[in-house]
């Protein structure tokens, strides 16, 4: 699948430790964004990116961070301070903010114990 | 902020019957209503969307109307087949900004 990665698939992790999920695009995409899904409650914006080295917080952006130092990359750091981290992590690209459809990676499914 | 509700939760077809999805939403200045398609294990896929100013859009077997008056769409898919099955995303956005998605409607398509 071309497009958007993520990695891994799956991530264990105990709780108190931060982890970050990877995502990279090869779209040319200036926005990226970052999605949690859980079950019955749709997609939630983590946060977003318009540009490089610029983001802005979602609507549950608490207990996460990102970074846009490069154009193709947008990681997520969960971090301890996440009181529900367990959930399914989508990240996504597209050619204009928000009014241009989604391109989505296969997900990052985070197991916190 | 825009806040879209969708209904119904789960939706149980026979094949060849129509689907049909529904949703409304909040902010008047919403301009962008894509639909999305997830199924079982995959990533989220755009089936057709549509802006402010058209009425109705098709695509093959797939349909979205768009009533700004009272702040509804709907997908409508016709002569369902199994391969339809799957959870259905509706979304919206207001003047190019943060897009809201509803909470999602489980199809199947019962052979």
């Given amino acids: 699948d071309g497009g958007i990665t993520q990695s891994p698939k799956y991530l264990f992790r ?3 430790q931060n982890v970050t999920l990877s995502c990279e695009q090869n779209l040319n995409h200036d ?3 970052w999605y949690r899904q859980d079950p019955g409650q749709g997609l939630r914006l983590i946060y977003y990116s318009q540009i490089v080295n610029d983001f ?3 609507d549950i952006a608490e207990g996460y961070s990102v970074s846009r130092e490069k154009k193709e990359s947008f990681p997520l750091t969960v971090t301890s301070a996440q009181k529900n981290p367990t959930a399914f992590y989508l990240c996504a690209s597209s050619a204009r903010p928000f009014d241009s459809p989604l391109h989505f990676g296969n997900g990052t499914r985070l197991t916190v114990t | 902020g825009e806040n879209v509700e969708q209904h119904p939760s789960t939706l149980s077809v026979q094949e060849g019957d129509s689907a049909v999805i529904k949703c409304t939403y909040s902010d008047s200045a919403s301009n962008y209503f894509p639909w999305y398609k997830q ?3 995959k990533r989220p896929q755009l089936i057709i969307d549509i802006r402010s100013n058209v009425g109705e859009k098709k695509d093959q077997r797939i349909a979205v109307t768009l009533n700004k008056t009272a702040k509804h769409f709907s997908l409508h898919i016709t002569e369902t087949q199994p391969e339809d099955s ?3 995303f509706c979304a919206a956005s207001p003047n190019d900004y943060k897009l809201s998605f509803g909470a999602g409607t489980t199809v199947t398509v019962r052979a």
């Fill in chain 1, 56 to 58: 802005q917080k979602g």
């Fill in chain 1, 14 to 16: 105990k709780e108190g």
């Fill in chain 2, 39 to 41: 199924e079982l294990g």
């Fill in chain 1, 31 to 33: 926005a990226m964004y």
């Fill in chain 2, 86 to 88: 799957a959870v259905y």
